[in-house]
């Protein structure tokens, strides 16, 4: 259906009447990395989302249609300023080496922002993203099979299609994780040589460095949070919560030499039944929150700032599905487990 309404231009013509309308509804975009998964890629196929072609193909056709506005434009509108026409957000989730080298060049070529959330634990110590960690140790295993005993007794089989996936589920949803140790099990589990200076190698190819997140301010980027250790916040104790929140926030002005207003939330799930994080919220200073729960947002001086929606991007995803879900919100992407709040 989605291919039939975009062949007869009718998400065009719903977009040029929103935009007339006024209608302050905002599409904004999730990414992470951008990049071709080949055969023997060694690091988590589930964070590129599209490939350096569809990422400028998708940034193009946003760009004609609706205004790309960045985080300083969301806020005055919270505050009860206005928004342009078909208002739309293009951001980027963790800080990956990708975010400079292959979106900033695209983005300025077409001549829109877009917003980079870093987790900022991962630049300064040259850390492989948890996930990307898990994800390389199964790439490169030397055995299937062996019994972990952290955080409950159980044998993983590392060969099993569903072993990445179970194993970033143990860490999203476990409170109170060492996530250290869970990787050292999953590295001994694996079989597989490890040591600081193999990670620091494998962190340089994959995440940036400060030098490259000023790179994106001076380019004209919105740089924010995305916590110091990309822990779901749901998981974690108040003293921990303030940590990641606030030091994030601290880090990144201190390289920036500028203000940190927004976060989105690692994992993305809603906080709208979390009153505690929305407490550690304000306690750190920010003025607006992301989630992944997917949709568009009615943007006024009511809408919940610590609740922006957004849309996930899939390299499957054609571009009348692209252009559907920015124009027709019931044609877009919906995850149930990101809509729902967490208790």
Not at 106 to 118: K, Q, S
Not at 123 to 129: F, T
Not at 153 to 158: C, Y
Not at 226 to 253: F, K, N, Y
Request: with cysteine; charged share 25%; glycine share 6%.
């Amino acid at each position: 259906m989605a291919g039939a309404l975009h062949r007869i231009r009718a998400f065009d013509v719903a977009l040029r009447v929103r935009g007339s309308l006024g209608t302050p509804l905002l599409t904004t975009l999730t990414y992470h990395h951008v990049a071709e998964v080949t055969p023997g890629y060694l690091f988590d196929p589930g964070v590129a989302d599209a490939t350096p072609t569809q990422f400028k193909h998708q940034v193009e056709a946003l760009a004609r249609r609706c205004t790309v506005i960045d985080i300083d434009t969301l806020c005055k509108a919270l505050d009860g300023g206005p928004l342009p026409k078909n208002p739309a957000l293009i951001t980027f989730d963790d800080g990956y080496r990708s975010c400079r080298e292959v979106a900033v060049p695209i983005l300025r070529a077409v001549g829109v922002p877009a917003t980079f959330f870093i987790a900022t634990r991962f630049v300064q110590e040259r850390k492989l993203y948890w996930w990307e960690r898990i994800a390389h140790a199964i790439a490169t295993r030397k055995r299937d099979r062996a019994a972990i005993t952290y955080p409950t007794t159980r044998e993983l089989d590392l060969a099993a299609p569903n072993a990445l996936s179970d194993l970033l589920k143990l860490i999203k949803n476990t409170p109170g994780l060492d996530v250290g140790r869970v990787l050292d099990e999953v590295t001994r589990t694996a079989d597989i040589e490890w040591s600081d200076a193999i990670e620091r190698k494998l962190a340089d190819e994959l995440i940036m460095q400060w030098d490259d997140v000023r790179a994106l301010a001076a380019a004209g980027m919105d740089v924010e949070s995305h916590s110091r250790t990309h822990r779901v916040l749901q998981t974690l104790a108040p003293s921990d919560l303030d940590a990641e929140l606030a030091g994030s926030r601290a880090d990144l002005e201190a390289a920036l030499g500028r203000p940190v207003r927004a976060i989105a939330y690692p994992v993305g799930r809603s906080i709208t039944r979390q009153p505690h994080i929305r407490r550690a919220l304000f306690r750190a200073g920010y003025r607006v929150g992301f989630t992944n729960a997917s949709g568009a947002t009615l943007v006024w001086p009511g809408t919940d700032r610590f609740d922006v929606h957004r849309w996930a991007i899939e390299p499957a995803m054609s571009e009348a599905e692209f252009i559907g879900q920015t124009a027709v919100p019931a044609f877009g992407y919906t995850s149930a487990a990101h809509n729902a709040p967490a208790a």
